[in-house]
């Protein structure tokens, strides 16, 4: 993938994409939501109160490496993404958009290794409308490496998500919201860490590296 970059693809715009599962309970930071206290902590602020099987729906995105960020692509609850339903994707929300946005196609074009996007059918589809990068080329278990994982989809959470959401139509308001808020500068800037984390992946022979 590295060597693609420095040479076939080597000036273009990248195109991360990722689906996502969201939940209606809050989501939390374990790692920076902490409490100092020199006594007895309010059992509120001991417990974070969540539902066995919280109301969820899931969205599938497209975000570009200078900073461009297609609207969320939200599928209904309990929908699976097949390969005939990802291709359609592909045809009726993803190359308008490309088209839009990228109208000399100077684009390449990530999706990860899930069933649906790496079935002949979204493949073929690929190849005769995008550059992108082919299933045998992304690293598998890799969400160190794309930007949706490694930074936006924990920002938008960080922002949308702090309490529970009513219902499944109010927690996608709310990460419409939030999501639309993004600025161009900080998709960039997110993104334009890829490379480097790439190579730290590399070095690490393919294991978890630290942010």
Same mark, same amino acid.
């Given at each position: 993938?590295?060597?693609?970059?420095?040479?076939?693809?080597?000036? !273009?715009?990248?195109? &991360?994409?990722?689906?996502?599962?969201?939940?209606?309970? /809050?989501? !939390?930071?374990?790692?920076?939501?902490?409490?100092?206290?020199?006594?007895?902590?309010?059992?509120?602020?001991?417990?974070?109160?969540?539902?066995?099987? /919280?109301?969820?729906?899931? $969205?599938?995105?497209?975000?570009?490496?200078?900073?461009?960020?297609?609207?969320?692509?939200? &599928?209904?609850?309990? &929908?699976?993404?097949?390969?005939?339903?990802?291709?359609?994707?592909?045809?009726?929300? &993803?190359?308008?958009?490309? #088209?839009?946005?990228?109208?000399?196609?100077?684009?390449?074009?990530?999706?990860?290794?899930?069933?649906?996007?790496?079935?002949?059918?979204?493949?073929?589809?690929?190849?005769?409308?995008?550059?992108?990068?082919?299933?045998?080329?992304?690293?598998?278990? $890799? /969400?160190?490496?794309?930007?949706?994982?490694?930074?936006?989809?924990?920002?938008?959470?960080?922002?949308?998500?702090?309490? #529970?959401?009513?219902?499944?139509?109010?927690?996608?308001? $709310?990460?419409?919201?939030?999501?639309?808020?993004? $600025?161009?500068?900080?998709?960039?800037?997110?993104?334009?860490?890829? #490379? #480097? !984390?790439?190579?730290?992946?590399?070095?690490?022979?393919?294991?978890?590296?630290?942010?």
């Amino acid at each position: 993938l590295l060597n693609n970059m420095k040479s076939a693809t080597a000036g !273009r715009v990248i195109i &991360f994409s990722d689906e996502k599962t969201w939940t209606v309970d /809050p989501v !939390r930071n374990h790692r920076n939501d902490r409490y100092l206290s020199f006594g007895e902590i309010d059992k509120s602020a001991r417990t974070l109160i969540i539902t066995k099987h /919280p109301a969820c729906t899931m $969205s599938l995105i497209f975000v570009a490496s200078n900073g461009i960020a297609a609207p969320l692509i939200w &599928f209904p609850t309990g &929908f699976r993404l097949k390969a005939a339903d990802y291709t359609k994707v592909l045809k009726t929300k &993803f190359l308008p958009w490309v #088209r839009e946005n990228f109208p000399d196609s100077n684009v390449v074009f990530q999706q990860d290794g899930a069933p649906a996007y790496t079935a002949l059918t979204a493949q073929n589809w690929l190849k005769k409308h995008v550059e992108f990068w082919p299933k045998d080329m992304w690293p598998p278990n $890799s /969400p160190d490496a794309n930007p949706l994982d490694y930074a936006i989809w924990p920002h938008v959470q960080s922002k949308a998500c702090t309490l #529970r959401h009513a219902n499944v139509g109010a927690m996608k308001a $709310s990460v419409n919201e939030h999501w639309t808020s993004m $600025s161009k500068k900080y998709i960039t800037k997110t993104c334009q860490a890829f #490379r #480097r !984390r790439l190579e730290a992946i590399v070095i690490v022979d393919g294991g978890y590296i630290d942010d």
